[in-house]
């Protein structure tokens, strides 16, 4: 299950996911559970043959969850309550082996709560932990799910290191750094990528 999962081709909202279901899907029977969030008008939507969605309706046209601020935050208990409803209901109806949770809040916590006996892995995204993890009232949420969780995998060593702040334990949490298409994605000269995209010497990138 996700907080975040690409809405129409090309959208590179939870692309990490879309791709890591799509290559399970060739050996197991996939269900994932997500905000479904809304989609802008004239794209298609993900073709979604090869898993099973179970979407769940976002209430607010802000995108996306982490940009919901203020009084906003108390409309999302509706949102919560259904996500929660929807993983039992998987769980229950599709004899799920094994959860896997991308963000540890919402997702890892909610599913931490009802997963009965399924084992639990969360991957650690990086806003759950350096962003919602700075708040004092969500610590102890994540503190909670990555207690219940079998194992945890953190995309950076420095995630891990905040995680084990909050109370994780070392041994559980492996690092995991997500991938690359290295047929897109590659190291070349600086000149040459300028040239190859088109930008000016005095054009300036941050990551």
Known sequence: MTNSFPRYQGDHAGSVVYDLVNKLSSKYEMHVIYIDYPTPSGVT?????????????YPYRVY???QVHGLMILG?????????MKIRGVLGEYGIDLIHAH???PSGFLASLC???VPL?????????????QKWWVKPLIRHTLAKSARTIAISNDLKTQAVKIGAESDKIVVIPDGVDMSEFMPM???????????????????
């Not at 892995?121 to 993890?133: A, F, S, V």
């Not at 000269?189 to 990551?207: E, G, M, N, Q, Y």
């Open 45 to 57: 939507q993900n073709n979604a043959e090869l898993f099973n969605p179970h979407p769940v309706k």
């Open 76 to 84: 999302l208990a509706p949102l919560f309550m259904d996500m929660y």
């Open 189 to 207: 000269p600086k000149a040459a990528s300028r040239l190859k995209t088109r930008l000016p010497d005095d054009f300036l990138v941050i990551f």
């Open 103 to 105: 963000w540890a809040v």
């Open 121 to 133: 892995l969360t991957t650690l995204e990086g806003g759950d932990i350096k962003i919602y993890g």
């Open 64 to 66: 996306p969850l982490s």
């Open 115 to 117: 997963r009965g006996t």
